[in-house]
């Protein structure tokens, strides 16, 4: 694609400012889906309750937004490991709920994550792709990626992705963000340092930062994770922000604290899993009792998130500010994810996209 001379990072051009600002999503999604994950492994006296708290999330056929398709990638019948694609979810531009089955919608998917979770069941790893990253969509031409699920919903994400990446997609899960506030105010809040100290945008004075170690909890933690006009790179520092933020989070839900006492994961369960949607197959206590239990030993340290590498921002031949693809970083990340390898490219990714 010809370009322009593209705007370095340092010089990042923000996206329109008039745009109605967008939920997080990065942030919270993997930790609903260990929370879910938590609910079904406690098990005990509290085992048909929990059961009870994972019917209230919603199911969706697996056929229905992960179907196949001609020229598909096709994985090792024999690979154990599992990639599964995370989509953050709000009320459409119409003022609907987004129904994730549907071929096609007026709400991108701002916030999205490829998780990968190993054979061996030894870590997380979190990737995180930039919703203005230039990408082919199929049928579609070039654009940015978030608009493929606009053009054809899940479906034609999850094909975009598994184009791009060569690896196949295995399970779905997506939320609604107005489990957000819940989640935080459930596990008492997280403690994060704050890199520079800011108001969030468009938003009441009272709703500003210090620089330096702060509390979020409820609303606080929502108009921290979701800013970027505050900052001269934008996205990129609100990417920064939500995988600390994540990875708080992700300490505090797995710690004995929380995991030791059941009504808390109670608490956990009835107000995060009525906003969860999850694949038939995701979704169904055997498949995630096992999970649970081959995941007993994770702690946050086994945690890794990272951005999708690219080149920074640069244009579109229509004039639009886009984040430009790195094809050599993604097909590196395909073959680790390929190869079920991504503990060794890990720590080989440029340091200013891991956390």
Known sequence: MAQDA????????????HRKPRHIGRTVLLS??????TIV??????????????????????????????????KDPGDKSMNILLLGADHSDSGEKLDFSATSTDQRSDSMMLVHIPAD????????????????IPGHGYAKINAAMQYGGVPLLAETLQNMLGVKIDHFAGVDFNGFRGLTTAIGGVDVNNPKAFCAYKTTPDVCFDAGKIHLEG???LKWVRERHAFADG???RVRNQQQFLKA???KTLSPQVLADPLKVMDLANEVLPYVTMDSELRDPALLAGLAAQMKSLRSDDIHSFTLPNQGTGWSPDHQSIVVADEAWIAKVGAALKADD????YPKLPENFRK
């Open 249 to 251: 989070v992700f300490k």
């Open 6 to 17: 593209p705007p370095t990072q340092d010089e990042y051009i923000p996206r329109r400012m």
């Open 235 to 237: 996205d990129y520092q």
């Open 32 to 37: 609903l889906l260990m929370v879910a994950i």
């Open 219 to 221: 609303q606080r933690a």
């Open 41 to 74: 492994g406690v098990g005990g006296a509290y085992a048909s309750k929990l059961g009870s708290a994972l019917g209230s999330s919603t199911s969706v056929d697996i056929n229905e937004v992960l179907p196949s398709y001609e020229g598909q990638p096709i």
């Open 121 to 136: 069941r030894s870590g997380v790893y979190i990737m995180s792709i930039m919703r203005d990253t230039w990408v082919n």
């Open 342 to 345: 991504m503990g060794t490219l």
